[in-house]
């Protein structure tokens, strides 16, 4: 692949590289580094990608797997504290999912909440919502069945729904 065709493929991508990677780790700073380590790995190896048109799930791939170790570095020594009020608002969290706009800074409750699944869960809902993936990309992304996607996003979106109404 040459250079100029990488750059636009990437300007196509890269928001939702860092959307991902950000939503993924939980710190701005580990998701540009995993998202720079992530474009340095597919810039040097662009000449294997055989088909121009697998670009995305190809460099999320890539990305996928720079995120995982970067996990695996702090051991997701994470402690999520939830608010006791939830809702005031009056919205749905599948309302708020549906808006297409997840400003971290205004929905901090759903940042807590979104990091209190287990790290597949985020994988395959952030895939989903932030990144706009089908079942089927993210099944070819993560190597697991699309009907197990489908189950495991389905049992996810029910635990997150209950935690937001209680």
Do not use: P
Not at 101 to 116: A, P, Q
């Amino acid at each position: 692949m040459e250079k100029e065709l990488f750059l636009k493929k990437y300007e196509e991508v890269y928001k939702d590289l860092y959307r991902y990677a950000y939503f993924s780790l939980g710190h701005a700073q580990d998701a540009e580094d995993a998202v720079s380590e992530a474009v340095m790995d597919a810039y040097a190896s662009r000449d294997k990608l055989k088909d121009v048109n697998a670009f995305r799930g190809w460099i999320f791939i890539i990305l996928y797997r720079k995120c995982k170790a970067k996990r695996k570095e702090y051991a997701m020594e994470k402690v999520v504290s939830i608010d006791e009020k939830r809702g005031d608002d009056g919205k749905t969290f599948s309302e708020i999912l549906s808006n297409g706009e997840i400003d971290v800074s205004d929905k901090e409750e759903l940042k807590e909440m979104f990091f209190s699944m287990t790290s597949e869960e985020r994988r395959i809902v952030g895939l989903h919502v932030i990144c706009g993936y089908t079942s089927k990309e993210i099944s070819k992304i993560l190597g697991i069945r699309e009907s197990t996607i489908r189950s495991k996003e389905y049992r996810a979106f029910l635990k997150l729904r209950k935690e937001w109404m209680d």
